[in-house]
């Protein structure tokens, strides 16, 4: 086990390209979702490694189809090692040396190398707890827990999964559940535009390096007479 005893997984999201056309039927390339969605995954890896300064980490991503080492490989280090998943059965398996989770959505924005720390402190102690972020639209964010749960685990890489399902699925008095917010996804074009609205704002920069801001401005210039 490495000497962080937290696993940090990043879920990959199906690139929906229905959510992304606007404006009678102007929609994102191709490229330029899969461009946003990798600058998404970058800046949770960035955020994860910030939190974790001092300490060795492990970040598994899955699925994962095409290894992009260009994005990742600037991350690995002697802290920080980066594995990528394609086989659900081996990403299953990885995770059982650990006694502590944080299941992150990677195509979220908004949760800072703060709001990390503090999810696993709710989940630091011995009652078997559940931290569930939910956007304003009902998407899960992540989620933290610090048993190994079969059946909640399996719900939660079922990225479709909304907070309301995942409350009906999961026997609730299993858990003490912690219910937080102010983080959302950007899986649709309209949450695109919520993400210009953000980053627009300095206090997005603590969650959101000028090196990520730089990189979504080069998108948000491409769709800038869709996005004001």
């Not at 011995?126 to 304003?136: C, G, R």
């Not at 964010?141 to 685990?153: E, G, H, Q, S, V």
Request: proline share 1%.
């Amino acid at each position: 086990m490495n000497s962080n005893s937290t696993a940090y997984c990043l879920i990959k999201t199906v690139n929906d390209a229905q959510e992304f056309i606007f404006n009678d039927n102007i929609r994102f390339s191709d490229e330029d979702l899969f461009y946003l969605k990798r600058t998404l995954t970058e800046n949770m890896i960035e955020n994860l490694c910030l939190a974790h300064e001092s300490e060795v980490i492990q970040i598994n991503i899955f699925p994962i189809e095409q290894f992009d080492s260009e994005t990742f490989e600037r991350y690995n280090s002697a802290k920080v090692n980066i594995k990528c998943f394609t086989d659900k059965e081996k990403f299953l398996e990885s995770l059982k040396q650990f006694s502590k989770f944080i299941f992150i959505l990677a195509d979220t924005m908004g949760i800072s190398p703060t709001d990390i720390k503090k999810a696993e402190d709710l989940i630091s102690s011995d009652d078997n707890s559940l931290v569930i972020s939910k956007s304003e639209n009902n998407d899960i964010c992540y989620t933290a827990f610090n048993r190994y749960d079969n059946n909640l685990i399996s719900i939660l890489l079922d990225t479709k999964t909304n907070y309301d399902y995942l409350l009906t699925e999961i026997k609730t008095e299993k858990f003490f559940i912690h219910t937080i917010g102010g983080h959302f996804r950007v899986n649709s074009f309209s949450n695109f535009k919520l993400l210009y609205n953000k980053l627009s704002h300095k206090d997005s920069f603590s969650y959101c390096s000028q090196y990520i801001h730089e990189k979504l401005t080069n998108l948000f210039i491409e769709y800038r007479d869709y996005i004001k």
